[in-house]
C-alpha cells in the first residue's frame, strides 16, 4: 500500500453523494487522489506554458491551428484503430 494520509477536507454534499454513488465509499478516496493529482499536473502544464511564452512569445493563430489540425488528426487515427481493435 503506498503513504497515505489521513486529511479533513469540505466538499459540497452533492458532489460527494453523486461520486460515492459512482465509486462506492472505498472508492471515494481513489476518486480523489486521481483528481488531486489531474489538478496539479493541470497547474504544471498552465506554469509550462506561461514558461514557454515569456520565454518564445505567445502562440500565434497559424501554429494554434496547426496544432488542432494534427490533434484532430490523432483523433481520427485513434478511432480508425479502435474501430479495427487495434486500441485497448
Sequence with gaps: MANTRKV?????ADL???IR???GERGLSSYVAE???AKRDRDRLVELVEWLQAEHGPVT???QAEALRELEA???EHTRR???GDVA
Design 8 to 12: 479533513t477536507v469540505t466538499i459540497p
Design 16 to 18: 460527494i453523494d453523486e
Design 21 to 23: 454513488s459512482e465509486t
Design 35 to 37: 483528481a488531486l493529482r
Design 61 to 63: 493563430a497559424a501554429e
Design 74 to 76: 490523432l483523433d481520427a
Design 82 to 84: 479502435r474501430a479495427q
